[in-house]
């Protein structure tokens, strides 16, 4: 069953968190920018707002002091008026006191006296020419608009009606007098009835307006302008270099008819008594190509004051800011891409160790590691351990390129095999370490529903064709299965699963059966767990030097001494009790421990009987002999100690012996040495005879099974008696084991064995026995004859 891609999703959650974060971090910067953006346009506002304010308070304080102006010269009229003097005086007195006013008046460019009774020499106009003060008779045309206007003032002032403070100011209108546009306020002449009798009036140049308001500075490219009653224009835009595209601004802000876009101020929107005296209107329009923010108010002479700044102006300010912002943004997206890059190729890294650390490589199957960890997941499942028979054979003879393909080739046919078969549908294969896979099968198998299921597997592998550079290669394979539905006991757990499999597979490789189904009633795991326990024990005990050997006695049957021993190993527990080999020595081999065990009785016995008379033997395995070193290092003990003419190596018969090369080598050796060999337990194999042949042997050890059947057997008397006259025509001695009654030994004694050794002479101890006692008599090393 394939694996779920977690690698790929894994990677893509990183990176869907990685963008969730830069797309955070970005809008938090954006948040912060355009927080900072409104905050500085709210600044920048209140400074335009400032800015417009002192301009507008600045031409509303000119309007003040011309009303103030306009009022003293009322005031002077109608003191003139009330002198009651002749008129060449009066008209005297008239320009004397234009010029005075104006001298004392230096904001004001022109003032004029008019009397209602409309004469010439009632009606002057005062203005600046230069340094000089210029007194003149207003105009005829120039009477009849001021006797309109006085009429109109006149009627409001009559009328109790409180009259409009723009009435009191004249549009701008051109004075032919001085040759310039000029805006002029008026105020009522009255006598001391308190009548309307004429109207003071005091001039406002264009020039001066042009100066005024073209003093509004707030950005390079702002303009102002000041709009009469009547719509007409006089702005900063007058005195520009490009007289062109100052008109068009111009003519589109008298489009715009700002009177009309004039709307009512609310009392939430009124922050000081300026805004509320002169209400702040904005608009934006676009002018020229470029989109202006249009500030205007009325002024108090009722006229239009506004300022136009160019809004990429307004924006400009905002510029460093943004670049700013786009620079921290750009830099923390860089090293959060940077960090980011790294933490993805870090955690690819990881997953790529994951994977490998759980996938074969060969098979790009699930490893063992990730069969142990699939294991703990599950409860209910079946475990199938396969192991290719021959496989060794198969690297020996092709090489190990071969093996692999084999495995791959192998892996890949089951892998379908398990997804086409409907018994073996959401099993998982997996490769486990050298010549084994193993196949996970989810759910609850019993043994009858397995068995079959294991031997269509078997048939699948057997009719596998596997070929390597033409050459056929035979594919079968050894299988062991467990189950977590035990018969007769309780389920066993999914962790439970691999160790009985692998104790199932050993059991069916050792019996050399096809396949072997766990179950936990035959107690093989209990079994094992002793293995364990007294592998433990074992190495304890070599560690802490508990393995000792303990001796036997041999008795030369025609002297009746003691003078030869065996040594034989014991174990020595805890409470210094000696447990006998049959209990752990089977097991040191498998434990790789059986070298240390040897090594351990080599030297102990020798130096034993390093200065002692006696002859001793030393049981030696195959196994032993033909491991050089132990073998070099046996030899090498007997020169130390100079001991070899007391030293005899058993050679274990029973265990087979294959490689008399390797064998022989040893023995001509240590008998170089004067060591001398024998046969172990002769007489329980099939090639004995072959052994004494080729091998070079001293003494034949007949076996025990033999010795100990001689008073009730006839045909182990007759054997032994046919070995005995063997030995004695090839110059060999005999000596017999297991001679453990009187009975025996008799027999022995009778078929001219030259030694014996038994139950009957004395079992193995701890010290050396020297005296056996026998029915009641004395057996003692050195004499000739039992004593009483």
């Not at 193993?438 to 043994?447: C, K, T």
């Not at 035959?522 to 303990?550: D, M």
């Not at 290092?633 to 012996?657: C, D, K, P």
């Amino acid at each position: 069953m394939p694996m779920l891609p977690v690698k790929p999703a894994i990677m893509l959650l990183l990176s869907l968190l990685v963008g969730i974060f830069m797309f955070g971090t970005w809008l938090m910067s954006s948040l912060n920018l355009n927080y900072s953006q409104s905050a500085m346009a709210e600044l920048r506002q209140r400074q335009i707002t400032d800015t417009f304010y002192a301009n507008l308070d600045r031409i509303n304080a000119h309007h003040r002091q011309m009303e103030h102006n306009t009022q003293g010269l009322a005031r002077m009229g109608s003191l003139l008026d009330s002198l009651q003097s002749s008129p060449s005086l009066t008209t005297q007195r008239l320009r004397q006191s234009l010029q005075q006013t104006l001298t004392d008046f230096p904001d004001s460019y022109g003032g004029s006296v008019w009397f209602a009774n409309d004469r010439a020499d009632r009606a002057l106009y005062a203005y600046r020419q230069e340094n000089n003060i210029q007194v003149e008779s207003i105009p005829a045309g120039e009477r009849e608009m001021i006797a309109q206007w006085f009429a109109r003032l006149a009627n409001q002032y009559q009328s109790g009606d409180l009259p409009d403070p723009a009435d009191s100011w004249m549009p701008a209108y051109y004075k032919a007098s001085i040759e310039s546009a000029v805006i002029s306020h008026a105020a009522l002449i009255t006598n001391s009835q308190q009548q309307p009798i004429g109207l003071a009036i005091t001039d406002w140049r264009a020039e001066d307006i042009v100066r005024t308001v073209s003093r509004v500075e707030v950005t390079p490219g702002t303009f102002s302008f000041l709009l009469d009653t009547e719509n007409r224009n006089l702005s900063s835009l007058a005195e520009a270099d490009n007289v062109a595209k100052a008109q068009e601004l111009i003519n589109a802000i008298i489009d715009l008819n700002l009177y009309e876009q004039v709307t009512p101020q609310t009392s939430a929107q009124i922050v000081s008594t300026r805004q509320l005296a002169s209400p702040l209107q904005q608009l934006r329009i676009n002018l020229d190509q470029r989109e202006f923010a249009l500030f205007f108010s009325r002024t108090q002479a009722g006229m239009m004051f506004g300022i136009g700044v160019p809004q990429a102006e307004i924006d400009a300010v905002l510029e460093p800011m943004r670049k700013s912002n786009f620079k921290i943004v750009s830099l923390t997206a860089l090293i959060l891409l940077i960090i980011s890059a790294l933490i993805l190729y870090l955690v690819a890294g990881i997953l790529r160790q994951l994977h490998n650390l759980y996938t074969d490589s060969l098979t790009d199957l699930p490893n063992r590691e990730r069969l142990i960890v699939d294991l703990k997941k599950r409860r209910t499942a079946s475990l199938i351990l396969l192991n290719l028979d021959s496989f060794k054979e198969i690297n020996d003879v092709y090489g190990h390129e071969c093996g692999d393909h084999v495995i791959a080739e192998l892996a890949h046919s089951l892998d379908h095999y398990l997804a086409d078969e409907p018994d073996w549908q959401q099993s998982r294969l997996y490769r486990m370490p050298a010549d084994e896979l193993a196949i996970w099968l989810p759910g609850q198998q019993s043994e009858d529903s397995l068995r079959p299921q294991l031997n269509n597997l078997l048939e699948f592998i057997s009719a596998l064709k596997i070929s390597w550079q033409n050459q056929d290669i035979p594919v079968n394979a050894s299988l062991g299965a467990a189950s977590s539905a035990q018969r007769g006991s309780d389920e066993i757990n999914g962790e439970s699963l691999l160790p009985g499999a692998n104790i199932a597979l050993e059991l069916a490789r050792l019996n050399k059966d096809n396949y072997v189904i766990y179950d936990e009633r035959h107690k093989i795991r209990e079994s094992y767990e002793q293995n364990l326990i007294w592998a433990n024990r074992l190495k304890g005990a070599l560690g802490s030097g508990r393995i000792v050997p303990f001796f036997q006695p041999i008795m030369d049957l025609k002297t009746n001494r003691i003078d030869k021993f065996e040594c034989l190993v014991r174990l020595l527990d805890e409470q210094g009790e000696p447990i006998g080999p049959i209990h752990f020595l089977d097991l040191a081999k498998k434990v790789r421990l059986y070298r240390s065990i040897t090594r351990c009785m080599v030297e102990s016995s020798m130096r034993q009987f390093a200065d002692l008379p006696y002859t001793f033997s030393l049981n030696l395995s195959c196994e032993d002999l033909l491991d050089q070193a132990l073998s070099d290092h046996i030899i090498a003990m007997v020169e130390e100690y100079q001991i070899g003419s007391r030293v005899i190596f058993e050679i274990l018969e029973s265990e087979g012996i294959e490689n008399y090369a390797e064998v022989r080598q040893f023995i001509d050796r240590a008998k170089t040495l004067g060591c001398r060999i024998a046969i172990d337990d002769f007489g329980t194999g099939y090639s004995n005879f072959e052994h004494l042949l080729r091998l070079d042997v001293d003494l034949i050890k007949i076996d025990g099974s033999l010795i100990k059947q001689l008073d009730t057997n006839p045909t182990a008397m007759t054997i032994c008696n046919g070995i005995v006259h063997f030995a004695e025509e090839l110059g060999m001695q005999t000596v017999a084991e297991f001679v453990h009654s009187p009975a025996i030994l008799a027999k022995v004694k009778e078929l001219g064995i030259n030694f014996a050794q038994g139950a009957a002479i004395g079992m193995p101890s701890a010290s050396l026995i020297t005296k056996v006692t026998m029915t009641g008599t004395e057996v003692s090393p050195g004499s000739d004859s039992p004593n009483p």
